[in-house]
């Protein structure tokens, strides 16, 4: 009789500790410790989203930075800039391929080629004359060309492409 109490107590024990492991499993997540600034969708050749990625200021400031020192036709003097170029964005999604939009807070939405994003062209910005960028100094993110650095970059189509409020990526394949 008590080896069968014994086994019945185990059986329970047992069954109660996967009922609190299940419940433990089905917790919500802790809230990320930064707001997301920027989301990436994949869209396949129909334009079904196949994946997205939700980047932190920390996930894009943790890429390698770069600045540069140049004038634009929305400020006043030289200005500086500080962030990542697009292409080593571009690497760290692991996008070879595909045609890549960018759009912004009001819906404002530019193509630019992979071709294009070289180092020394267009980077993402984060920080304007050592300052983090907010919403009503086009920020938080901000593409921007190192304009004074070759005539190519003084055109409106370059123009045209230098978004502010950045917070959305999406990559067809």
Do not use: C, H
């Amino acid at each position: 009789m008590l080896r069968f109490v014994l086994l019945w107590l185990m059986a329970v024990t047992v069954s109660f500790s996967g009922i609190t492991a299940a419940t433990v499993e089905t917790e919500p997540k802790p809230a990320p410790t930064q707001p997301p600034v920027l989301n990436v969708v994949f869209l396949d050749q129909n334009e079904a989203q196949t994946a997205d990625r939700v980047l932190t200021m920390a996930d894009i400031q943790a890429l390698p930075a770069a600045e540069f020192t140049t004038t634009t036709i929305w400020t006043e003097g030289e200005q500086q800039f500080r962030g990542v170029w697009l292409s080593d964005l571009m690497t760290y999604l692991e996008v070879s391929d595909g045609t890549i939009f960018f759009s912004a807070l009001n819906e404002y939405m530019i193509e630019i080629t992979l071709a294009e994003m070289v180092p020394g062209g267009p980077m993402l910005a984060y920080e304007w004359n050592g300052i983090p960028m907010s919403p009503r100094d086009k920020g938080p993110l901000w593409i921007v060309f190192p304009y004074d650095s070759d005539q190519k970059f003084q055109s409106e189509s370059v123009y045209a492409q230098s978004i502010w409020q950045l917070d959305r990526i999406e990559v067809s394949r």
